[in-house]
């Protein structure tokens, strides 16, 4: 099967660790496992259950105990409703390839994570693309989406919090969505991989609560700082579940036991996690504005979710060229909008180390100068 190449990966894979300042990163600064342990107050007990456990395939959809915490995090799921992936990126590969077919009529909303129609694509559905622009902050524009939904659309495919805009969709605007879904029967597709990760601390429902049809994808990667895990899953209508598992059994058999265990902790201490990590964002997100606000250069629409943002620059440069400007004469690895089809912007990943962002920032300035 063709594929368009991915973006985003080829260039974190080529160029992520040749800056001294990676502000493409778009994880929460990640945890040691001993630092999550501590969070959990469980180190004695955490490390005597891994050194006696046996490492056989252990429990094949995930343990019972992580798809149990994974369903806490739903108001409407249970455990049945839950499979664990490897992250959230084996999570989307699942639902995209058990639910779209050859011809099927796809929509997905771009910018996003480009699995989201790369892959219908390359399965040969037909892919309308939903542009989010900058004038409706990088939220989905209802009246847009009207035009594209025919009475045989599959899926809508959206992404909440947005990786790279930062924005979220709130309650009122998701169900829209869904309603018009309804009407045409289609599902509702959201990868939630930055699920609360809403910088004023609201709570955003999920699809699955709102929709029937709605299907969400997740991990620890990012709000939970555990990409190293690669724990994620997918939560869906039992029938549909049943199905990614038919795929499931041809690409994953189960994932990682000690991955599971440690993924539980994690949920089990999610609150405290998360009070951390909304702490960083939010500090590392006010020495961004400081310097978006400073930089004649730039500008941008305010995140306010997430761990991401789209800069816009007003030189006359293509983004590559400024990207490798940056990695080449500054240090800082930066993506640039044309990995993800946004020309004329670069992603900024801020909410890792603070220092990193401040130097990055600080050596960003100076290259800035010479315009
Ligand atoms: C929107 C989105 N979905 C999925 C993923 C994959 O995440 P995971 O590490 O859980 O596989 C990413 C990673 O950057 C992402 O940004």
Same mark, same amino acid.
């Given at each position: 099967?063709?594929? %368009?190449?991915f973006g985003?990966e080829?260039?974190m894979?080529?160029y $992520?660790?040749?800056?001294?300042?990676?502000?493409?990163e778009?994880?929460?600064?990640s945890l040691?496992?001993?630092?999550l342990? *501590?969070?959990?107050?469980?180190?004695?007990k955490?490390?005597?259950d891994i050194? +006696? /456990?046996?490492l056989?395939y252990g429990a094949i959809?995930? &343990? +019972?105990?992580?798809r149990?915490?994974? &369903?806490?995090?739903?108001?409407?799921?249970t455990k049945d409703?839950?499979?664990i992936t490897?992250g959230?990126?084996?999570?989307?590969?699942?639902?995209?390839?058990?639910?779209?077919e #050859?011809g099927?009529?796809?929509?997905s909303?771009?910018?996003?994570?480009q699995?989201?129609?790369?892959?219908?694509?390359a399965?040969?559905?037909d892919?309308?693309?939903? %542009?989010?622009?900058e $004038?409706d902050?990088?939220l989905?524009?209802?009246?847009d989406l009207? #035009?594209?939904i025919?009475p045989?659309?599959?899926?809508?495919?959206i992404?909440n919090?947005?990786?790279?805009t930062g924005s979220? /969709?709130? *309650?009122?605007?998701l169900?829209e969505?869904? #309603?018009l879904?309804e *009407?045409v029967d289609?599902?509702?597709?959201c990868d939630?991989?930055?699920?609360d990760?809403?910088h004023?601390?609201?709570?955003i429902?999920?699809?699955?609560d709102?929709y029937?049809?709605?299907?969400s994808?997740?991990s620890?990667s990012?709000?939970y700082?555990?990409?190293g895990?690669r724990?994620?899953?997918i939560?869906?209508p039992?029938?549909?579940?049943e199905?990614?598992?038919?795929?499931?059994?041809?690409?994953t058999i189960?994932?990682?036991m000690?991955?599971?265990?440690?993924?539980n902790i994690?949920? $089990?201490?999610k609150?405290?996690?998360?009070?951390?990590?909304l702490?960083?964002?939010?500090?590392? #997100?006010?020495?961004?504005?400081?310097?978006?606000?400073?930089?004649?250069?730039?500008s941008?629409i305010k995140?306010?979710?997430g761990t991401?943002?789209l800069? %816009?620059y007003? /030189?006359?440069?293509?983004?590559?060229?400024l &990207?490798?400007k940056?990695?080449?004469e500054?240090?800082?690895?930066?993506?640039?909008? &044309?990995? /993800? +089809?946004? +020309?004329g912007?670069l992603?900024?990943?801020?909410?890792?180390?603070t220092e990193v962002?401040?130097?990055?920032l600080?050596?960003f300035?100076?290259?800035l100068e010479?315009y």
């Open positions: 099967m063709k594929i %368009k190449d985003v080829i260039w894979n080529k $992520e660790d040749e800056g001294k300042y990676n502000l493409a778009t994880c929460v600064a040691k496992t001993k630092e342990l *501590e969070i959990a107050g469980n180190t004695e955490a490390i005597a050194l +006696e /456990m046996r056989t959809k995930g &343990s +019972e105990n992580l149990n915490s994974v &369903s806490k995090l739903y108001e409407k799921a409703n839950i499979i490897h959230a990126i084996g999570g989307n590969s699942l639902v995209l390839e058990t639910l779209v #050859k099927d009529h796809v929509i909303v771009l910018p996003t994570y699995q989201l129609y790369s892959i219908p694509e399965i040969g559905a892919v309308d693309i939903l %542009k989010l622009k $004038e902050n990088f989905v524009n209802i009246e009207k #035009k594209l025919k045989e659309t599959k899926v809508i495919n992404n919090p947005n990786n790279p979220v /969709m709130k *309650e009122a605007l169900r969505i869904c #309603k879904a *009407e289609a599902y509702v597709f939630e991989t930055y699920g990760l809403i004023n601390g609201e709570k429902p999920r699809i699955t709102i029937d049809k709605g299907i994808t997740g620890v990012k709000t700082s555990l990409a895990l724990i994620g899953w939560n869906g039992i029938d549909f579940i199905n990614v598992f038919k795929h499931r059994d041809y690409n189960s994932c990682g000690i991955d599971d265990y440690l993924a994690a949920l $089990e201490n609150d405290k996690i998360l009070k951390r990590n702490e960083l964002i939010n500090k590392n #997100k006010n020495i961004l504005d400081k310097w978006v606000n400073s930089n004649p250069h730039i941008y995140p306010e979710s991401t943002a800069l %816009k007003d /030189m006359d440069i293509p983004s590559e060229e &990207s490798l940056l990695l080449k500054a240090s800082v690895v930066m993506l640039p909008g &044309s990995a /993800m +089809e946004m +020309e912007y992603r900024i990943g801020y909410a890792n180390y962002l401040e130097k990055g600080e050596a300035s100076k290259l010479k």
